[in-house]
C-alpha cells in the first residue's frame, strides 16, 4: 500500500498507474459514498479515498466505518461557504486535465516582482522573459520542485549548476545539435544558402557567415545557422572563396550544385564565386 504523499505525487504526475473508481451504490450504501471516490494503483485499492468537491485524500478501511468520511463532508461544505477567490485551494495544486489550474493573485504577484528584480540586478534585457531559454529553465525548476518536500524550504543554489559545468557542458550540447542538424541536411534536396563576408576593421581577421534556409513539405520555412567562420586561406580569390564554402557546407553533407540558391550581395568577387 502506498502512503498518502505517494499517491499525492501520483496525482501530480498523472501517473497513468492511478486510478480514480467511483463506488457502486447500492440500497445498502452509505450516501457518504456520493461525495468519495476509490482510488486504485496498479489495480490494487488503496486505504485512501479522495473528495469530489476538495479532492483531499483521507484514510478509509471497511473495519473502521464511515464516520470520519462523513465529518469531512460537513467540515467540507462549511469550508466551501467562505472560501474566498484569493484564497489557495486544493484545486491549484490538483489541476483538472480539462482545464488550466486556477494561479492566486498572490502568487502572481510574487513572480511578477521576482523577474523584476531578476533583470535589475542582473542586468538582462526585459525580453529575457520571454525567452524560449529562460521558460525551459522556469518550467523544468517548476517541475522539479514536485519531487521535492512541500515541508522544507529549498535552497535554489542546490540545484543550479556552477558556471563551470555549464561551461562544459556547452559542448557536448553543440555537438549533439550538431549530429541532428547533419542528419536533417542530409535528406535534402533544394535548399538556399546566404553567405556573406566581413573584415574586423581592428584585427582585419575576416569572417565567414553561412546560414542554411529550406521550405519543407507541410510549407514551413526553416533556417539554420551553420556558422560563423575564421577565413584562413591564403587570398581571397573567387577560387578560394568557393573552395572555403564548399568545405564548410560539405561538414553538413552539403554541395553546390544546379538544385541549389545562393544569396550573396552584388559584390562582383562574389558574384564570380557562385556564378
Keep these: 500500500m502506498l502512503t498518502k504523499k505517494e499517491i499525492e505525487q501520483l496525482i501530480d504526475k498523472r501517473n497513468s498507474s492511478l486510478k480514480i473508481v467511483k463506488p457502486k451504490i447500492t440500497s445498502k450504501s452509505s450516501a457518504v459514498w456520493n461525495s468519495f471516490n476509490y482510488i486504485y494503483v496498479n489495480d490494487i485499492k488503496q486505504e485512501y479515498v479522495i473528495c469530489n468537491q476538495c479532492e483531499d485524500l483521507l484514510v478509509y478501511k471497511p473495519s473502521c466505518g464511515t464516520n470520519s468520511l462523513s465529518k469531512h463532508i460537513r467540515s467540507c461544505q462549511k469550508v466551501k461557504a467562505v472560501v474566498s477567490h484569493d484564497q489557495p485551494n486544493i484545486n491549484q495544486f490538483y489541476a483538472s486535465s480539462k482545464t488550466e489550474p486556477a494561479i492566486s493573485n498572490r502568487v502572481k504577484q510574487e513572480i511578477k516582482v521576482a523577474c523584476v528584480e531578476f533583470v535589475a540586478l542582473d542586468c538582462r534585457s526585459?525580453?529575457?522573459?520571454?525567452?524560449?531559454?529562460?521558460?525551459?529553465?522556469?518550467?523544468?525548476?517548476?517541475?522539479?520542485a514536485k519531487y521535492l518536500p512541500i515541508s522544507k524550504d529549498i535552497n535554489i543554489e542546490k540545484l543550479l549548476p556552477h558556471p563551470t559545468t555549464i561551461s562544459r557542458d556547452v559542448n557536448k550540447l553543440y555537438n549533439k545539435k550538431h549530429q541532428q542538424l547533419i542528419s536533417i541536411c542530409e535528406k535534402l534536396l533544394v535548399y538556399t544558402v546566404v553567405v556573406d563576408f566581413w573584415k574586423n576593421t581592428h584585427t582585419g581577421i575576416q569572417y565567414c557567415g553561412i546560414s542554411l534556409h529550406h521550405i519543407s513539405d507541410d510549407w514551413k520555412l526553416h533556417c539554420f545557422v551553420l556558422g560563423c567562420y575564421h577565413y584562413d586561406l591564403e587570398s581571397n580569390s573567387a577560387i578560394n572563396t568557393r573552395?572555403?564554402?564548399?568545405?564548410?557546407l560539405s561538414e553538413y553533407r552539403l554541395e553546390l550544385n544546379g538544385n541549389v540558391y545562393i544569396v550573396s550581395d552584388n559584390e562582383p568577387k562574389m558574384l564570380a564565386t557562385f556564378k
Excluded at 526585459?126 to 522539479?144: E, P
Excluded at 573552395?243 to 564548410?248: A, D, T
Design 126 to 144: 526585459f525580453k529575457t522573459i520571454c525567452g524560449v531559454g529562460f521558460k525551459n529553465l522556469a518550467q523544468k525548476i517548476f517541475d522539479a
Design 243 to 248: 573552395k572555403f564554402v564548399e568545405s564548410k
